[in-house]
């Protein structure tokens, strides 16, 4: 089964920048790969997904300030993450499939970030 390591989570101030980014052990992010979050007693949500077809989708409390990407060559998907507010703080998880057929199954362990206000 194919693996997923998030990093680059960290402690930021509002209004600063954080890129993530999934390593896959495989071959998988051409077929969509998506960035989930959780904070503290909450549900985890969907916060941007990208499909086999480059199209892209965010969650509205996210949209204009994130972006969803993915460099198939080195298996690597990225958050890019800019003004940054107080309420984006959570767990972030990085979530893909292992084929087309299947179902988004494959989760990383999560990275956390937490901005400042």
């Known amino acids: 089964q194919v693996q997923l390591v998030e990093s680059g989570g960290g402690l930021v101030q509002a209004g600063g920048s954080l890129r993530l980014s999934c390593a896959a052990s495989?071959?998988?992010?051409?077929?969509?790969v998506r960035w989930y979050r959780q904070a503290p007693g909450q549900q985890r949500e969907l916060v941007a997904s990208?499909?086999?077809?480059?199209?892209?989708d965010y969650a509205d409390s996210v949209k204009g300030r994130f972006t969803i990407s993915r460099d198939n060559a080195r298996n690597t998907a990225y958050l890019q993450m800019n003004s940054l507010k107080s309420e984006d703080t959570g767990v972030y998880y990085c979530?893909?499939?292992?084929?087309?057929?299947?179902?988004?199954?494959?989760w990383g362990q999560g990275t956390q970030v937490t901005v400042s206000s």
């Open positions: 979530n893909a499939r292992q084929a087309v057929w299947s179902e988004y199954i494959l």
């Open positions: 495989g071959s998988i992010f051409s077929i969509g």
């Open positions: 990208i499909t086999s077809s480059g199209s892209t």
